[in-house]
């Protein structure tokens, strides 16, 4: 029992300390020339089709969520009547 405890010991630290490790390509250098290029277009936008769906999402939403507030402060500022 000792024996296969000890082995599994140094089976699980040889394999963290001596696991193949994946390299990837840098692409920040790409990134900064993308962000740093002056065209025009907001920084906030030029990371293609993705940031405008999620800008206009988030614009969708805010403007949507400050009329219902605004709808919801207007009912509740006037009184129901009885009926």
């Known amino acids: 029992m000792l024996r296969s405890l000890l082995a599994l ?3 699980s630290q040889r394999t963290i300390s001596t696991a193949a490790r994946r390299h990837f390509e840098n ?3 790409q990134k900064q020339k993308l962000f740093q290029e002056d ?3 907001p ?3 030029k990371g293609g089709v993705a940031d405008a769906l999620l800008y206009r ?3 969708i939403l805010t ?3 400050t009329v219902y507030a605004i709808y919801q402060l207007a009912m509740a500022s006037f009184p129901k009547k009885p009926e």
Do not use: S, W, Y
């Open 57 to 59: 999402a988030t614009m």
């Open 39 to 41: 065209n025009g277009i």
């Open 9 to 11: 010991r140094q089976l």
């Open 43 to 45: 920084v906030h936008l």
């Open 63 to 65: 403007v949507g969520g």
């Open 27 to 29: 692409k920040v250098p």
